[in-house]
């Protein structure tokens, strides 16, 4: 019975912590840098850098403010947009299971014609891959 309750008041703790505010947010234009644990990647970061991913490349063909409207529209779909503006957005996805909060950004970089992205877990020192497989299936399906 003890055994029961210290494993409950744990799940309720990590819960608890997960809901925690993310630091998330631009700095300097630029979206932030990712920490060192391996549970968060972006496309600003140096393309050597473990945490690296390539940003969305806008197509030729399309207006680089339409495109970012069709990321947020798909994100919209998977998650809970939390900060909305017209080159920038924040999304909180949560996790099936024990329903922890990851939280992705995006940033419209119109000239460069791409969408800067990041993914990041609140919680623990590694996700086992699922921010990448987030912004990967969101590149298939965009």
């Not at 690296?52 to 970012?68: L, Q, R, S, T, W």
């Not at 900060?83 to 950004?105: I, M, Q």
């Amino acid at each position: 019975m003890i055994t029961g309750a210290v494993l409950v008041s744990g799940i309720l703790l990590v819960l608890a912590v997960s809901c925690v505010g993310p630091t998330v947010g631009l700095v300097d234009g630029s979206l932030r840098a990712c920490p060192s644990s391996p549970n968060c990647l972006s496309s600003e970061s140096a393309p050597d850098a473990a945490g690296y991913v390539e940003p969305f490349a806008i197509p030729a063909d399309e207006a680089p403010e339409a495109a970012f409207e069709r990321l947020a529209a798909l994100v919209a779909e998977r998650a809970t947009i939390e900060t909305r503006e017209p080159t920038y957005f924040h999304a909180v996805f949560k996790t099936r299971l024990l329903r922890f909060r990851d939280d992705f950004e995006a940033r419209l970089d119109s000239e460069a014609r791409r969408i800067q992205v990041r993914s990041a877990s609140r919680l623990g020192y590694s996700d086992l891959g699922a921010n990448r497989r987030r912004v990967e299936d969101l590149r298939e399906s965009w």
